[in-house]
């Protein structure tokens, strides 16, 4: 498999780099951004296979960050790593096999399993 693009938006720094760092071990190419604005900067400069996206960001809602993307970039799937429920409910059909949720907090070995998921023909049907 092709090394794969991420974006990793997290505002808890110390775990973002750390995250990062394991993922990079793992293959795959990792930007970070600390909020919502930075993200969606990084996101219109360059082509994401994967944005693992937190809810809780001091300026812009997660879930709004995320439906922009979806909307922007057909081909980006999405995997919410938050410590807040989130529900599928109101994602189309199409979107669903997209977005993944992770509940933090989690061991990175089951980040990488998420990822990995995601990355399945058809990705998780939620």
Not at 22 to 36: I, K, M, P, T, W
Not at 57 to 81: K, T, V
């Amino acid at each position: 498999m092709p090394e794969k693009s991420l974006l990793l938006v997290d505002d808890e720094l110390s775990l973002a780099g750390l995250l990062k760092k394991y993922l990079e071990r793992e293959g795959f190419s990792v930007d970070v951004a600390a909020n919502g604005a930075a993200a969606l900067a990084a996101a219109s400069a360059r082509t994401f296979d994967l944005v693992v996206l937190d809810l809780n960001l001091p300026d812009i809602p997660g879930e709004e960050i995320m439906r922009l993307l979806l909307d922007q970039f057909p081909n980006c799937r999405i995997l919410i790593s938050s410590g807040t429920p989130f529900s599928h409910d109101h994602l189309d059909e199409p979107d669903r096999a997209r977005v993944s949720f992770l509940l933090k907090p989690y061991m990175p070995r089951h980040l990488l399993t998420a990822i990995q998921s995601l990355f399945q023909p058809g990705g998780p049907a939620a």
